[in-house]
């Protein structure tokens, strides 16, 4: 490591732990992280937590309210709500997920590449990004699914295509930022090539904000699934997601009203979890920013 890059890997690791430290003493963001910790446990561990079958079809307990054999009640095919509920959280976190991993693969490199580079390919990228943000971006995700065809991964794809520019705009203007700092200047001027200074040094530097974008986009995706999934553009029967509870619980809405609140509580919750870990990552990051410290 030359002498340029361990400056510049120092004054990193100085941020990231400033950052820590701001982002541990935000109360909001702290309770936030265990929410989402103690939702990633349900996730894998669904299985042994769910105490009945959640696709065990019981005409004879169907629609039966909340008890002691079933904490939160059946639905309208006799199924354990609360089973299905802890069942449809590994789904839709995974879904999240894939969501959000397709528009990181898809949108860090092009960023990366544009706001590195610049010139015509900048230019070109931007564009095309500026033309898919001014699309209504449930519109949008309606029409790729109606192309692809119904089902959770497909729907998963649209969303990540709808997402995908706010991504390109975070890590496009991050990199144009990293890329005037004095180390990134040493770097060049010592004969550094530039995939060692985009992986040494511009990755890092995007990473931030990066965090701050996926957790947003995580509780964007969340509010999509739901949505698709309650058109019957998103997971097909008998899978079991948090929007597709939404929408079985609204044909027997005003018979069996306790149907609606277990998976309406779980998207609330997982949004209200991930916003506020957003904003925490964000006023970390602003604060360092400002504050120059």
């Known amino acids: 490591m030359t002498a340029h890059e361990s400056v510049g890997t ?26 989402l910790a103690v939702l990633g446990l349900v996730a894998i561990f669904a299985d042994l937590l769910a105490p009945d079958d959640p696709n065990k079809v019981s005409l004879v307990l169907r629609l039966t309210p909340p008890s002691a054999e079933h904490w939160l009640g059946t639905d309208a ?12 959280t590994r789904v839709d976190l995974l879904a999240s997920l894939q969501a959000v991993g ?8 092009l960023g990366i590449v544009a706001g590195y580079w610049g010139g015509i390919g900048d230019s070109l990228l931007s564009r095309v990004i500026d033309a898919l943000m001014m699309l209504p971006p ?13 089902g959770l991964s497909n729907a998963m794809l649209a969303i990540a295509i709808v997402i995908i520019p706010s ?4 890590v496009r203007a991050s990199t144009q930022t990293a890329s005037s700092e004095l180390y990134i200047e040493s770097a060049r001027a010592s004969g550094c090539t530039s995939w060692r200074i985009l992986w040494r040094h511009i990755l890092p530097a995007v990473a931030p904000p990066l965090l701050v974008q996926a957790s947003f986009s995580a509780s964007v995706v969340i509010v999509a ?23 079985e619980a609204s044909s027997n809405l005003t018979t069996s009203s306790y149907l ?21 990552l964000r006023d970390a990051l602003g604060r360092q920013t400002t504050d120059g410290r």
């Open 10 to 35: 120092k004054e990193r690791r100085r941020r990231r732990s400033r950052v820590l430290r701001r982002l541990l003493r935000n109360r909001a963001a702290v309770v936030s992280m265990a929410v």
């Open 77 to 88: 095919l006799g199924r354990d709500v609360l089973s299905r509920a802890i069942v449809a």
């Open 102 to 109: 397709i528009a990181l693969v898809v949108g860090v490199p």
């Open 138 to 150: 449930l519109i949008l995700a309606v029409v790729v699914v109606a192309i692809l065809g119904p």
């Open 167 to 170: 991504f390109y705009r975070v």
């Open 225 to 247: 699934e739901a949505s698709l999934s309650f058109l019957g553009l998103g997971a097909r029967a008998p899978q079991a997601t948090w929007g597709l509870m939404l929408k």
């Open 260 to 280: 609606i609140y277990p998976p309406a509580i779980m998207v609330a919750i997982t949004i209200l979890a991930l916003s506020l870990l957003g904003d925490g």
